[in-house]
């Protein structure tokens, strides 16, 4: 279940993706992986393989004891090598859409507003919200979802025992069960590790659209492309392109959702505080772009930075 989303969030950015987002009337996902947090997806997986080594420990401890004990053990180790490799899985790969809930923030100028230079938009939430969904068929499809971050142990530890499965790996339960548990679990924390982050990052109050696709279907030369249930999608937006661009030295890639109808996707934008852009210039390029009819139009909301940042 969704929880309640605040009416807009911001998306903070230089000035190039502005220019880009606009321009293309698209929402651009980057990998996550390439994200400014270098312990991105791996505070998560971190946490899994803590919770399941918990659990297994448990399992083990009550096996010895058991008068199945021979057969658990002798079977158990056959698949040491097996659930280990369950421990991480690189062929899942995400991208995303990053917005906070906090309007003209410092922390998020600096972070991720090219230090103040850049650019804020403010996103109709229910636009993003509206047709994504929070629980997912772990299948082949590729999968969007939408949610807020978090950033407690609680929330995580509520994810892997409860959500996942791991709470279903009993002192009564066969090796194969185990096995089936820990795959379940791994797969889930695959597709929703972005949706949590190391607690250091809390005051972000961040929220994330995230599209999910398994890179093994990449490699035989698939691109991104949108779940089967496409009806689904469709009224909102429709794949567009996927493609890389250069980052920090690095080859980063990204994929744009073109959106059917980019008027009511934008609520407001907040030119930043060390920003050379001035309120007529984003209105020119606003109404270059069809986005608004006149300077006189008050449909998106444009002002300058309150923030004092030298």
Same mark, same amino acid.
């Given at each position: 279940m969704v929880p309640r989303v605040p009416k807009t969030l911001y998306h903070y950015c230089g000035v190039d993706a502005f220019y880009n987002i606009i321009h293309s009337k698209s929402l651009w996902l980057s990998d996550v992986s390439e994200s400014n947090d270098s312990a991105e997806l791996k505070w998560a997986h971190g946490q899994y393989k803590d919770y399941a080594t918990e659990v297994l420990n448990k399992f083990i401890v009550s096996v010895i004891d058991s008068p199945r004990r021979h057969e658990l053990t002798e079977q158990f180790f056959e698949k040491t090598e097996d659930i280990k490799n369950h421990f991480s899985n690189h062929d899942i790969k995400c991208w995303a859409l990053c917005a906070s809930s906090k309007k003209d923030n410092l922390g998020q100028w600096r972070g991720y507003g090219d230090d103040g230079r850049g650019v804020s938009i403010g996103f109709n939430s229910a636009f993003l919200s509206s047709p994504m969904s929070y629980s997912a068929n772990l299948g082949t499809d590729p999968i969007i979802l939408f949610n807020k971050v978090n950033y407690t142990a609680k929330e995580a530890r509520k994810l892997f025992y409860d959500t996942a499965? #791991?709470?279903? %790996?009993? /002192?009564?339960?066969?090796i194969e069960e185990v096995y089936d548990c820990l795959n379940k679990a791994v797969s889930f924390t695959s597709v929703f590790s972005p949706f949590f982050k190391n607690p250091a990052f809390a005051e972000e109050k961040e929220w994330r659209l995230v599209y999910v696709e398994d890179v093994r279907n990449m490699n035989k030369g698939t691109i991104p492309q949108l779940p089967s249930s496409k009806?689904?999608?469709?009224?909102?937006?429709?794949?567009?392109?996927?493609?890389?661009? =250069?980052?920090?030295?690095? #080859? =980063?890639?990204? %994929?744009?959702?073109? =959106?059917?109808s980019?008027?009511? #996707? *934008?609520?407001? *934008?907040? %030119?930043? /505080?060390?920003?050379?852009?001035? %309120?007529?210039? =984003?209105? #020119?390029f606003l109404i270059s772009e069809g986005i608004i009819k006149n300077s006189e139009d008050e449909s998106i909301k444009i002002q300058k930075s309150q923030t004092s940042y030298q």
């Amino acid at each position: 279940m969704v929880p309640r989303v605040p009416k807009t969030l911001y998306h903070y950015c230089g000035v190039d993706a502005f220019y880009n987002i606009i321009h293309s009337k698209s929402l651009w996902l980057s990998d996550v992986s390439e994200s400014n947090d270098s312990a991105e997806l791996k505070w998560a997986h971190g946490q899994y393989k803590d919770y399941a080594t918990e659990v297994l420990n448990k399992f083990i401890v009550s096996v010895i004891d058991s008068p199945r004990r021979h057969e658990l053990t002798e079977q158990f180790f056959e698949k040491t090598e097996d659930i280990k490799n369950h421990f991480s899985n690189h062929d899942i790969k995400c991208w995303a859409l990053c917005a906070s809930s906090k309007k003209d923030n410092l922390g998020q100028w600096r972070g991720y507003g090219d230090d103040g230079r850049g650019v804020s938009i403010g996103f109709n939430s229910a636009f993003l919200s509206s047709p994504m969904s929070y629980s997912a068929n772990l299948g082949t499809d590729p999968i969007i979802l939408f949610n807020k971050v978090n950033y407690t142990a609680k929330e995580a530890r509520k994810l892997f025992y409860d959500t996942a499965g #791991l709470s279903g %790996i009993t /002192p009564e339960s066969s090796i194969e069960e185990v096995y089936d548990c820990l795959n379940k679990a791994v797969s889930f924390t695959s597709v929703f590790s972005p949706f949590f982050k190391n607690p250091a990052f809390a005051e972000e109050k961040e929220w994330r659209l995230v599209y999910v696709e398994d890179v093994r279907n990449m490699n035989k030369g698939t691109i991104p492309q949108l779940p089967s249930s496409k009806n689904k999608y469709s009224k909102y937006f429709s794949m567009g392109k996927y493609g890389f661009t =250069v980052k920090n030295q690095s #080859l =980063v890639s990204h %994929i744009e959702f073109a =959106v059917n109808s980019f008027k009511g #996707l *934008i609520n407001e *934008i907040i %030119i930043g /505080p060390k920003s050379k852009i001035t %309120i007529q210039d =984003v209105k #020119l390029f606003l109404i270059s772009e069809g986005i608004i009819k006149n300077s006189e139009d008050e449909s998106i909301k444009i002002q300058k930075s309150q923030t004092s940042y030298q």
